[in-house]
Protein backbone atom coordinates (compact mmCIF):
# COMPACT_ATOMS: atom_id res chain seq x y z
CA UNK A 1 0.00 0.00 0.00
CA UNK A 2 1.06 3.42 -1.11
CA UNK A 3 1.41 5.84 1.77
CA UNK A 4 0.07 9.19 1.59
CA UNK A 5 1.59 12.32 3.16
CA UNK A 6 -0.04 15.06 4.56
CA UNK A 7 2.61 17.30 4.85
CA UNK A 8 2.85 21.04 3.44
CA UNK A 9 4.93 21.62 0.47
CA UNK A 10 7.51 24.14 0.83
CA UNK A 11 7.61 27.09 -0.74
CA UNK A 12 9.75 29.92 -1.38
CA UNK A 13 9.01 33.76 -2.05
CA UNK A 14 10.73 34.62 -4.79
CA UNK A 15 12.98 37.86 -3.90
CA UNK A 16 12.41 40.82 -5.89
CA UNK A 17 14.09 44.30 -5.99
CA UNK A 18 11.82 47.36 -5.38
CA UNK A 19 10.47 48.71 -8.64
CA UNK A 20 11.85 51.58 -9.25
CA UNK A 21 10.32 54.82 -8.53
CA UNK A 22 8.25 56.57 -11.15
CA UNK A 23 9.64 59.26 -13.21
CA UNK A 24 7.56 62.35 -13.67
CA UNK A 25 6.13 62.58 -17.28
CA UNK A 26 7.23 65.51 -19.37
CA UNK A 27 5.38 68.47 -18.89
CA UNK A 28 2.88 68.90 -21.70
CA UNK A 29 2.97 72.21 -23.45
CA UNK A 30 0.26 73.44 -25.94
CA UNK A 31 1.49 75.69 -29.33
CA UNK A 32 -1.28 77.09 -30.61
CA UNK A 33 -1.50 79.15 -34.05
CA UNK A 34 -3.66 81.37 -35.47
CA UNK A 35 -4.58 82.56 -38.49
CA UNK A 36 -7.58 84.26 -38.29
CA UNK A 37 -8.27 87.43 -37.48
CA UNK A 38 -10.98 89.94 -38.02
CA UNK A 39 -11.63 88.15 -40.83
CA UNK A 40 -13.11 84.69 -39.07
CA UNK A 41 -13.43 86.25 -35.42
CA UNK A 42 -14.96 82.55 -34.25
CA UNK A 43 -11.97 80.53 -35.50
CA UNK A 44 -9.71 83.63 -33.89
CA UNK A 45 -11.88 83.73 -30.91
CA UNK A 46 -11.79 79.80 -30.41
CA UNK A 47 -8.02 79.72 -30.39
CA UNK A 48 -7.49 82.37 -27.73
CA UNK A 49 -10.26 80.41 -25.84
CA UNK A 50 -7.78 77.03 -25.89
CA UNK A 51 -4.98 78.79 -25.19
CA UNK A 52 -6.61 81.07 -22.06
CA UNK A 53 -8.15 77.55 -20.84
CA UNK A 54 -4.91 75.82 -21.02
CA UNK A 55 -3.31 78.71 -18.93
CA UNK A 56 -5.53 78.41 -16.18
CA UNK A 57 -5.04 74.83 -15.95
CA UNK A 58 -1.29 75.33 -15.71
CA UNK A 59 -0.47 74.07 -19.10
CA UNK A 60 2.68 75.73 -20.47
CA UNK A 61 1.29 77.94 -23.20
CA UNK A 62 2.70 79.41 -26.97
CA UNK A 63 0.44 81.42 -29.18
CA UNK A 64 1.32 82.23 -32.07
CA UNK A 65 -0.47 84.48 -34.21
CA UNK A 66 0.22 84.83 -37.68
CA UNK A 67 -1.50 86.21 -40.71
CA UNK A 68 -4.48 88.56 -40.04
CA UNK A 69 -3.87 87.90 -36.21
CA UNK A 70 -0.54 89.31 -36.39
CA UNK A 71 -2.86 92.79 -35.57
CA UNK A 72 -3.85 91.60 -32.53
CA UNK A 73 -0.35 91.50 -31.14
CA UNK A 74 -0.44 95.49 -31.53
CA UNK A 75 -2.73 97.48 -28.65
CA UNK A 76 -5.59 98.04 -29.05
CA UNK A 77 -6.65 95.48 -32.02
CA UNK A 78 -7.95 92.65 -30.26
CA UNK A 79 -10.93 95.40 -28.89
CA UNK A 80 -11.87 94.92 -32.30
CA UNK A 81 -13.05 90.80 -32.27
CA UNK A 82 -16.48 91.47 -31.35
CA UNK A 83 -18.22 87.97 -31.21
CA UNK A 84 -21.35 87.10 -29.52
CA UNK A 85 -21.64 84.66 -26.51
CA UNK A 86 -17.38 84.57 -26.03
CA UNK A 87 -15.48 85.99 -23.87
CA UNK A 88 -13.44 89.29 -24.84
CA UNK A 89 -10.17 88.51 -26.60
CA UNK A 90 -8.84 91.55 -24.50
CA UNK A 91 -9.40 89.65 -21.62
CA UNK A 92 -8.46 86.08 -23.41
CA UNK A 93 -5.18 87.62 -24.86
CA UNK A 94 -3.98 89.15 -21.17
CA UNK A 95 -4.58 85.58 -19.56
CA UNK A 96 -2.15 84.05 -22.33
CA UNK A 97 0.09 87.04 -21.49
CA UNK A 98 0.16 86.47 -17.93
CA UNK A 99 1.29 83.42 -17.78
CA UNK A 100 2.24 82.40 -21.09
CA UNK A 101 3.84 83.13 -24.36
CA UNK A 102 2.50 85.23 -27.44
CA UNK A 103 4.53 85.35 -30.99
CA UNK A 104 3.77 87.20 -33.83
CA UNK A 105 5.02 85.63 -36.53
CA UNK A 106 8.13 87.61 -38.44
CA UNK A 107 6.83 88.11 -42.42
CA UNK A 108 3.57 88.28 -41.05
CA UNK A 109 4.56 91.16 -39.17
CA UNK A 110 6.49 92.39 -42.09
CA UNK A 111 4.27 92.61 -44.41
CA UNK A 112 2.01 94.56 -41.91
CA UNK A 113 4.64 96.80 -41.03
CA UNK A 114 4.42 95.75 -37.64
CA UNK A 115 8.07 95.96 -35.62
CA UNK A 116 8.81 95.40 -31.94
CA UNK A 117 7.76 98.79 -30.85
CA UNK A 118 4.32 98.05 -32.28
CA UNK A 119 3.80 95.00 -29.98
CA UNK A 120 2.15 94.98 -26.64
CA UNK A 121 4.44 94.77 -24.13
CA UNK A 122 5.57 90.88 -23.39
CA UNK A 123 4.22 89.89 -27.21
CA UNK A 124 7.35 88.50 -29.01
CA UNK A 125 8.34 88.90 -32.65
CA UNK A 126 10.00 85.54 -34.34
CA UNK A 127 10.11 82.98 -37.15
CA UNK A 128 9.26 79.65 -38.20
CA UNK A 129 12.51 77.96 -36.76
CA UNK A 130 11.14 79.23 -33.15
CA UNK A 131 7.48 77.90 -34.10
CA UNK A 132 9.21 74.32 -35.60
CA UNK A 133 11.30 74.07 -32.36
CA UNK A 134 8.04 74.45 -29.96
CA UNK A 135 5.76 72.43 -32.01
CA UNK A 136 8.29 69.48 -32.12
CA UNK A 137 9.74 69.83 -28.79
CA UNK A 138 8.87 66.45 -26.40
CA UNK A 139 5.13 66.89 -25.06
CA UNK A 140 4.64 69.36 -26.97
CA UNK A 141 0.99 69.67 -28.95
CA UNK A 142 0.57 72.10 -31.59
CA UNK A 143 -2.94 73.17 -32.68
CA UNK A 144 -3.71 75.36 -35.83
CA UNK A 145 -6.62 77.78 -36.29
Known sequence: MASVS????????????PAPAPTAAPARTLVVKTTSGTDRPEAANQAFTVAAAAVA??????????GEAAWFGVPGRAAELVLEHAAPLPDLLEAVLAAGTVTVCTQCAARRGITPDDVLAGVRIAGAPVFVEEALAPGAQALVY
Open 57 to 66: AGVPVSLWLT
Open 6 to 17: YARPVTTTPTTS
